[in-house]
């Protein structure tokens, strides 16, 4: 499986160019593919009952993430998500 853990924290350069904190929230397996879940530390932190901004990326053999370049690879990977969220709640 990955060498990715729940709970790591990684730097990524943001959109702005300046570098954010991201924390692997959990991970997900889509068609025998790997995907991290993940979410900005500041505003995990913040703990508000406000919708968090969530990133998904796929994990390779190495455990080394990629951006997901398709719309449709992306949506895939929500969906999986979401359904897990309703039924493990």
Known sequence: ???I????IL??????GQDEEIEILGTLDVDG?????AGLVEEIKRDT????EIFFFR?????E???????AEFQ???????????HNH
């Open 5 to 8: 853990e729940i709970g790591e």
């Open 33 to 37: 593919a790997e995907y991290a879940v």
């Open 76 to 86: 895939q990977v929500a969906r999986v998500l979401e359904h897990n969220m309703k």
């Open 49 to 52: 009952n406000e919708d968090m």
């Open 1 to 3: 499986m990955s060498k």
């Open 65 to 71: 993430l990629h951006e997901i370049e398709s719309d």
């Open 59 to 63: 994990v390779d053999e190495e455990g």
């Open 11 to 16: 730097v990524l350069e943001g959109e702005n």
